[in-house]
T-cell receptor, first 118, second 109 residues
Framework: GAVVSQHPSWVICKSGTSVKIECRSLDFQATTMFWYRQFPKQSLMLMAT?????????EQGVEKDKFLINHASLTLSTLTVTSAHPEDSSFYIC??????????????FGPGTRLTVT | GQNIDQPTEMTATEGAIVQINCTYQTSGFNGLFWYQQHAGEAPTFLSYNVLDGLEEKGRFSSFLSRSKGYSYLLLKELQMKDSASYLC??????????WGAGTKLIIKP
């Protein structure tokens, strides 16, 4: 089956530093990847849609200069949290959209990255 | 606007059956998804419905009524490991998932 990996699985960084999170589709090509954020006791919130070879589309309220997304290949998208602050501490999850199959686009989720900013 | 509604929390007994309801409003419709999420983990895919009716997959079944904008997830023979949040998500005309807040299911022995 389709597998999506994320690296790192957890990271602790100091306030003001930048953190890069990688999302890879291991056995399929993903033209579209999604980045989500989940705060404790809240549902997943879509941050941005990443299309290979083009600029990401950010959801309202998400700062594109703070959350840099690069989808350089069909199997890799990266999210860089720049100048991280404690309020950016969250669980970041990526997903990759599979090919259309009888009208179905399933999304395959990565295991998530827990970011803690001290 | 787009909206997904599902109960915040439900409690059920091990071995019993529980039904989690979901109503949706999306701009266009390309299917209704159910995901399971354990605390601290990413969601995992449970089911997808795009046509009306019941889809059965082992202990889990999912139902859809497009005319009513309604779906439910049915879990049978509940096990303690089924304690998790269950997320309902509608796919809109742009193939984006619109998420509900999730239903926390608590299983008691």
């Amino acid at each position: 089956g389709a597998v999506v990996s994320q690296h790192p699985s957890w990271v602790i960084c100091k306030s003001g530093t930048s953190v890069k999170i990688e999302c890879r589709s291991l056995d399929f090509q993903a033209t579209t990847m999604f980045w989500y954020r989940q705060f404790p006791k809240q549902s997943l919130m879509l941050m941005a849609t990443s299309n290979e070879g083009s600029k990401a589309t950010y959801e309202q309220g998400v700062e594109k200069d703070k959350f840099l997304i690069n989808h350089a290949s069909l199997t890799l998208s990266t999210l860089t949290v720049t100048s991280a602050h404690p309020e950016d501490s969250s669980f970041y999850i990526c997903s990759a959209r599979g090919v259309e199959r009888e009208g179905l686009y399933e999304q395959y989720f990565g295991p998530g990255t827990r970011l803690t900013v001290t | 606007g787009q909206n997904i509604d599902q109960p915040t929390e439900m409690t059920a007994t091990e071995g019993a059956i529980v039904q989690i309801n979901c109503t949706y409003q999306t701009s266009g419709f390309n299917g209704l998804f159910w995901y399971q999420q354990h605390a601290g983990e990413a969601p995992t895919f449970l089911s997808y419905n795009v046509l009306d009716g019941l889809e059965e997959k082992g202990r889990f079944s999912s139902f859809l009524s497009r005319s009513k904008g309604y779906s439910y997830l049915l879990l049978k023979e509940l096990q303690m490991k089924d304690s998790a949040s269950y997320l309902c998500a509608g796919m809109d005309s742009n193939y984006q998932l619109i998420w509900g807040a999730g239903t926390k299911l608590i299983i008691k022995p």
